[in-house]
């Protein structure tokens, strides 16, 4: 990104965190089938890149999405992962398990024609069972659309902090 | 504990518990199955130029695998000689040396000692590096993929893979472009034993349906008639289940190959173009095989799907945890729109989110933990389904049973398991050779059984 980008204002800026808190809010509360419907747009590429460590002087260019990635998904793709949690056989979610998303550093910027390209960090805390607990940290690169009066998101592109994932799965939505 | 009948029976088909949580077990599987036996490194598409390496594990050992300008493949200890400390700490590029970051030692791609910082001024050139090399391991190749063995004695790798090269040729040379793999793979910890999940691939057809219910609905097709394991499925009739002298084994859905993906015009289509080439090379019988879905385990700890193409290695951390890493196989003269998505495919179901992979995790690490408690693993595991329903075939080597839900191939991994555990070399192993299957004891049951459709 470049330093020149334009910030929104702080109406804009409100809007999107308003916007996240309550995604934050669906996902927390099971409500996947709200979430894709409302705030999924229809053209959407949801994608969850893996890097390699690399040496600095390593002049490959970074995973496209033509190469792996732990999710690399339209909108059809990602409705089969919601359906999915609404079968009653995913034995692992019964009893379901907890989680809770920490937002921040959300810089939202103005992309022109009513999108906005938007930057934020990501906690994860994950529980299920007794004492089984998980932390995932994340960057997120959006784009978003403005769709009536609120936002849908368009490209989502979820950067992994950790290369070996300390945990059974990253079965979830961020 | 070497020699212990108890923790395998091979004629009750039943495993101690403790195989799964004992510390000292584990240490002896260390030492007689990970010290000894052939283990995947990675493939030639991994590395494919000279001077390309991968760093990878042999069980909790860090291996370097650098492709070496005469165009084969060398793999050395990944810790460097004066101190000790991890020489390359990078998943991949390309290196004509690797520089230990404590001291500045400099090792060749080979693992040879080259040069050390002020030679002539501190060592006074009197340092040998020539007895410095990185400790170095086997490599062999077979169509591809790269194995390792930190075992002089041990047998060469085509004849650690033996018969089951008959199974693997079917898919790795197939019409004759074979199989590759598409990294960088995904890595994990899961909280269980290596041979959980060893098992669950080799051989557990059973777990589909039930496990995997909510994925298979979703996904539709061939398989979703498996969910919920109902009764009226003619089950023999779907499929057939191995397993080979070394352990490794598979089971196999007839025409299912590409039956988890859902967008999968272009592997059907690679698969349809090409099966009458294999039948042509390898027979009807092989023919069948090419076209079917794989669940298959090489012994030890490699593992992968044939059809949904993912691709696994079960790296050991102790006897309670693993690192998983997960790759893709394509055929390497598909075209690349053909390669891409089967990748994301074969990640969408098995990768670290996978729709069906996501499922298993805790089947993986519940039946590990609940041995903490001492009542509990004072007790035993059976895998005695289809036992008798199999036996020696006269097309197919190795030993074959009747249906893909049954457990011939985890009673042949864990035949081979014992017979590693208890053998104190590779000498001792060898003096089996003709003898390995007499615990499958129904020797007529194909014969009776193929006599009898006639």
Redesign the interface.
């Known amino acids: 990104m470049s330093v020149k980008q334009i910030s929104v204002g702080p109406d804009v800026q409100f809007a999107i965190e308003t916007h996240y808190r309550a995604e934050v809010r669906l996902w927390q509360t099971g409500q996947y089938r709200e979430w894709l419907k409302d705030m999924v747009a229809e053209d959407i590429h949801y994608w969850?890149p893996?890097y390699?460590?690399?040496?600095l002087r390593?002049r490959r260019s970074d995973p496209t999405p033509?190469d792996?990635?732990?999710?690399?998904?339209d909108y059809g793709?990602l409705d089969?992962?919601v359906?999915?949690?609404y079968?009653?056989?995913?034995?692992?979610e019964d009893p379901p398990s907890k989680i809770r998303y920490f937002i921040g550093n959300v810089e939202a910027f103005d992309a022109g024609k009513d999108e906005f390209d938007v930057y934020s960090n990501l906690l994860v805390y994950r529980n299920r069972r007794q004492l089984e607990t998980t932390v995932h940290t994340l960057g997120r690169e959006d784009s978003l659309r403005r769709v009536g009066d609120g936002f849908k998101v368009f490209r989502r592109k979820l950067l992994l902090d950790a290369?070996?994932?300390?945990?059974?799965?990253?079965?979830f939505f961020c | 504990m070497t020699g212990d009948p108890r923790l395998v029976d091979t004629i009750e088909s039943s495993q101690s518990r403790e195989i799964f949580w004992d510390k000292d077990v584990y240490d002896l599987e260390l030492e007689r199955i990970f010290g000894r036996a052939w283990l995947f490194l990675g493939h030639e598409s991994l590395l494919p130029k000279p001077g390309d390496f991968i760093t990878t594990y042999m069980a909790e050992d860090k291996v370097i695998l650098s492709h070496q300008p005469d165009g084969s493949f060398r793999a050395f200890i990944n810790s460097c000689t004066h101190r000790g400390n991890q020489i390359c700490h990078a998943d991949s590029g390309n290196a004509k040396a690797f520089v230990c970051n404590y001291h500045g030692w400099v090792y060749g791609q080979d693992g040879s000692l080259v040069d050390v910082p002020l030679e002539s001024r501190c060592y006074h050139d009197q340092l040998d590096k020539s007895r410095l090399a990185a400790k170095p391991v086997r490599v062999e190749t077979y169509k591809g993929f790269i194995f390792g063995c930190g075992d002089a004695d041990a047998p060469s790798l085509e004849e650690y893979l033996g018969e089951f090269r008959w199974y693997l040729d079917t898919i790795w040379e197939g019409a004759g472009g074979g199989l590759e793999l598409l990294g960088p793979p995904m890595k994990s910890i899961l909280a269980c034993n290596w041979k959980v999940p060893t098992e669950n691939f080799v051989g557990d057809g059973y777990h589909v349906g039930w496990t995997h219910a909510g994925a298979l609905a979703g996904i539709g097709g061939e398989l979703a008639g498996l969910a919920g394991n109902r009764a009226d499925i003619p089950f023999e009739d779907l499929g057939l289940q191995f397993t080979t002298r070394h352990g490794h084994g598979f089971g196999v859905i007839d025409n299912a190959a590409p039956a988890i993906h859902v967008k999968r015009e272009g592997w059907a289509k690679y698969l349809a173009e090409t099966r009458a080439e294999v039948g042509r090379k390898f027979g009807p019988e092989r023919e069948r095989l090419y076209v079917g879905h794989w669940n298959c385990s090489i012994f030890p700890s490699c593992s992968f799907l044939y059809g949904t193409n993912t691709f696994k290695v079960w790296h050991p951390r102790g006897p309670h945890e693993i690192e998983v890493w997960t790759y893709t196989m394509v055929p390497r003269d598909a075209d690349p729109e053909t390669k891409s998505t089967i990748q994301r495919e074969a990640t969408r179901s098995f990768g670290t989110a996978g729709t069906l992979e996501s499922d298993d995790g805790e089947n993986m690490s519940s039946a590990t933990h609940v041995n903490r408690g001492n009542i509990t693993r004072d007790g035993r595991m059976d895998s005695s389904m289809g036992a008798g329903f199999e036996g020696p075939h006269p097309v197919y080597p190795g030993i074959v049973g009747s249906s893909f839900i049954g457990e011939t191939s985890h009673r042949g991994f864990y035949r081979f398991w014992k017979e590693m555990l208890d053998a104190p070399d590779w000498t001792a192993v060898k003096a089996n050779d003709n003898t390995w299957d007499s615990v499958f004891t129904n020797r007529e049951y194909w014969t009776d059984k193929l006599d009898a459709v006639e």
Do not use: C, H, P, S
């Open positions: 969850m893996i390699e460590q690399r040496f390593d033509d792996a990635a732990i999710y690399n998904d793709e089969q992962r359906e999915r949690l079968t009653g056989t995913v034995w692992m290369r070996v994932t300390q945990d059974k799965n990253l079965y």
